[in-house]
């Protein structure tokens, strides 16, 4: 019953966030986390271990795992850092610019995967340790969206639009990247310390403004 | 020679940031920090005790404190916070809106002085701590300036002005106080979220882009 009420008021709100140019878009917060290797799991967590789904994201496929590191740099720690599933490749940690001042690293700015050259700290889990040299980067923030959003919204994937936040703090956010896929969930992904800059919060509606590339 | 080199570099973007509407204002990104009254910082340092002088802010008078406390909520504890001078009528304290989810506590948006109502904490200092009921606030970004500057930028006291913000995290901030008074330096100021969010430090230049009031 509750789920139900959730998805009616989710529903309403967004129909009214469509109004006038119809681009209301979901912001997913995302907070400190990181993905792991296979080799780099079962070096933190044991031999052979797998990672335990505790709850589903919104992107398809995606969830966050039971299993949580601590990230040690020069400066600080920070504990209960969430880790990601499935897993990837190659292990990647995104913090925001706050994390990183609190541990003494400065993670350049970088769209998801592109680790080359990132920062690097120590991560610790319950069975060792990994030293990464690179992976740690704070990720530009992005709208996924599916072919027919896009379509909808009149762009393509990787161009580059502006987001208007409505609100006390309200602003307009440029350089917001554009990934389009069939299996994305509409949503605007930023960190926590845009996300508190600005006041939003997980399920609040923003607005595609214009393209920029076009 | 190093202070001398510092000055016309300081000058010289300065002016490039004049280049156009002649618009730059620099940033001072404000980290948390409390003002205590006389009886507060009594309690927490010990009778007949006065702040210690540590460097000068750039507002007129202003100075940042050898002296920190603690910030205890229910949630988390912030250790280190600098104490600002001098004494003020009423203990305020300004912190971010992730300090506050640190902290456990949600302090609202407000203007500086303007504490009705605002969150509480708990302030421990090496003598006593105090249980505030209230006077924990997140302080709304605004610019102080003088009346020339108000006159070059065809702004007045309380205005709510636009301001751009260069890079790759660009954005442009609405909502942005002015505020006037013949004491007062050039500058944007900003929370430490605000900063982190859009990649400004101190001493970076915005643009001041267009008055909301008028």
Redesign the interface.
């Known amino acids: 019953m509750k789920r139900i009420v959730e998805q009616i008021v989710a529903e309403l709100s967004k129909s009214s966030a469509d109004d006038g140019l119809g681009k209301g878009i979901p912001v997913g917060v995302s907070n400190r986390h990181i993905h792991l290797s296979a080799e780099d799991c079962e070096k933190l967590f044991g031999t052979g271990h797998t990672l335990t789904w505790k709850n589903d994201l919104k992107q398809t496929g995606e969830f966050a795992a039971a299993e949580t590191v601590t990230l040690v740099g020069p400066k600080g720690v920070i504990q209960s850092v969430r880790v990601l599933g499935p897993l990837r490749e190659r292990t990647q940690i995104e913090i925001?610019?706050?994390d990183g001042?609190g541990l003494g690293i400065a993670p350049p700015?970088r769209d998801s995967g592109d680790i080359a050259r990132s920062a690097g700290v120590v991560v610790a889990g319950p069975c060792g340790a990994i030293t990464l040299k690179e992976g740690v980067i704070c990720a530009?923030?992005h709208i996924h969206m599916q072919p027919d959003d896009a379509q909808r919204f009149g762009v393509h994937d990787r161009d580059h639009v502006t987001v208007e936040v409505p609100g006390?703090?309200?602003?307009?956010?440029?350089?917001v990247l554009i990934r389009v896929h069939p299996e994305f969930c509409l949503e605007f992904h930023i960190?926590?310390?845009?996300a508190?800059?600005?006041?939003l919060k997980n399920g609040d509606q923003v607005k595609l403004m214009q393209c920029e590339d076009v």
């Open positions: 925001s610019r706050t001042f700015l530009g923030r006390p703090r309200g602003c307009i956010f440029k350089n960190d926590t310390d845009e508190n800059a600005v006041g």
